[in-house]
């Protein structure tokens, strides 16, 4: 849809303090659903804002991913609970600690208010996400506020996942979608894959991305383990004579990740591809992608094969130069947080690096 307002949030407290005067906003409904949510300040300011709604008797419903907060304790929301909110869980696992589905992890963050504002990003709920944690330092992510009828499309995402998580008969109603007066001019596509969908359509969408690019495609991702069309696509561009940047984080959150991520390095730098290690002082999450200057998108999905094929994952593909010259500026921001890695720096990596970077990309598949 085209009747769209799109606005940028790069930093968590500035993100939460929005979101959160959203939902005090809030006359008929809020429904949000994440992957984590941590038992923390941050946390329990969201239930405890969330638990004051529902006791004015607007509808509250939160979905979590059974496996991104299996360690949250149950207790944990029962204000929500007793104040007339809904909670469900998605996929939980059948025995503490214990998830048969454990691979299949409902990735999304979604947050709609009324239907008339949407937070998609990737930014979870805790105080690690508004940079509170000695472990990562200061967390550098994106996530979106919508206004407009793209809302509908993500709205539908949430209920879509709601009536299956939830343990009773849920229906749809025409306050969920209103009729809105346009609020801008930004295209926005609501596009959601996960191992339901019969097509890959948020790796499809990068990979048109990349194929259409005709001057420059930068991106940024925390994981980067593409599957060879993707590589290839990326090394083809280059190849080509586009602009190709890559940033990844210099911090590491998962190891066998982070050496994963640095095997696929040497090709890129092979075709002409300029690669960036953001600041090893801050842990970058950003999952965002653009091209020419022109279309972008921004979600929850990381350019790796967890994200194509086992996790349930929404991105906002966005046809906006002003949108798209925003992140673009934010990436070259970033740059001056970053250390470039040259082709020298890459073969002057010592062997031990090279056989973790061996091992973990046999391993990637499975990461």
């Known amino acids: 849809s085209q009747n769209n307002k799109v606005d940028i949030f790069n930093d968590g407290q ?64 029962q204000p929500l609970l007793q104040a007339g909110g809904e909670v469900a869980s998605f996929l939980p696992p ?18 709609i208010i009324d239907g008339e504002e949407g937070y998609i990003g990737g930014f979870n709920i805790g105080d690690e996400y508004l940079g509170l944690s000695k472990e990562f330092g200061y967390w550098r992510d994106t996530h979106l506020r919508i206004r407009g009828t793209a809302l509908d499309g993500l709205h539908l995402r949430f209920l879509l996942d709601w ?17 809105r007066a346009p609020q801008g001019n930004t295209g926005v596509q609501i596009v959601s894959s996960g191992p339901d969908s019969k097509w890959s359509s948020i790796k499809d969408g990068f990979l048109k991305m990349i194929g259409s690019a005709r001057q420059n495609i930068y991106i940024q991702t925390p994981y980067f383990i593409p599957d060879e069309s993707i590589l290839a696509a990326l090394k083809i561009a280059a190849l080509s004579g586009l602009d190709v940047r890559l940033m990844i984080p210099g911090k590491a959150d998962h190891l066998i990740v982070h050496w994963a991520n640095l095997s696929y390095v040497g090709e890129l730098l092979e075709a002409g591809v300029r690669c960036y290690a953001y600041s090893e002082e801050r842990f ?9 200057g022109y279309a972008s998108t921004v979600g929850t999905s990381n350019m790796d094969i967890r994200s194509f094929h086992l ?33 020298q720096i890459y073969r002057a990596r010592p062997v031990y690096a090279r056989m973790k970077e061996a091992v973990s990309r046999l391993l990637s598949p499975l990461l």
């Open 14 to 77: 500035e993100l939460f303090q929005a979101m959160s005067a959203s939902i005090q906003r809030a006359k008929k409904y809020i429904h949000l659903e994440y992957y984590i949510i941590q038992n923390d300040a941050t946390g329990r300011s969201l239930r405890d804002i969330l638990s004051r709604k529902a006791a004015e008797g607007v509808e509250v419903r939160l979905l979590y991913d059974g496996m991104g907060c299996i360690r949250l304790p149950r207790r944990f929301f």
């Open 94 to 111: 059948f025995f503490p600690f214990v998830n048969l589905r454990m691979n299949y992890r409902n990735h999304r963050k979604i947050c």
């Open 163 to 179: 009536r299956y998580a939830c343990n009773h008969d849920f229906q749809m109603r025409e306050d969920f979608f209103p009729q």
């Open 284 to 292: 970058l999450h950003s999952k965002v992608m653009m091209i020419d």
């Open 311 to 343: 996790n349930f994952e929404v991105n906002a593909f966005i046809y906006d130069e002003r949108v798209s010259r925003n992140l673009q500026a934010a990436f070259f921001r970033d740059i001056q947080n970053s250390q470039e890695i040259t082709m």
